[in-house]
Nanobody, 114 residues
């Protein structure tokens, strides 16, 4: 049974940084492309960044140049370093496979104040 546990969110001022972590279990983590997604109030969940099994990365336009996704296959973890945060980055952030499975973790709240 897959489990995804996100952590590292919080309240930060505009221009600040946060590093999100996701611990995955119940799956052969290293075999899958992983992604970070976010859902802001009243909006659909969107893909922010993805990382393939070989380490290639892709970012949403809103994240390019500010966010960095990485993974540690030995630890079954995926990370999202977020710099220069903006109020519009406020959302609940989730990790999942890419494309995602139907199961979602609880997410981690990121709130950026102006």
């Amino acid at each position: 049974q897959v489990q995804l546990v996100e952590s590292g969110g919080g309240l930060v001022q505009s221009g600040g940084s946060l590093r999100l972590s996701c611990a995955a279990s119940g799956t052969i983590f290293r075999l899958y492309t992983m992604g970070w997604y976010r859902q802001a109030p009243g909006k659909q969940r969107e893909l922010v960044a993805r990382i393939t099994t070989s380490g290639s990365t892709n970012y949403a336009d809103s994240a390019k140049g500010r966010f960095t996704i990485s993974r540690d296959n030995a630890k079954n973890q995926v990370y999202l370093q977020m710099n220069d945060l903006k109020p519009e980055d406020t959302a609940v952030y989730y990790c999942n496979k890419n494309p995602p499975i139907t199961y979602w973790g609880q997410g981690t709240q990121v709130t950026v104040s102006s």
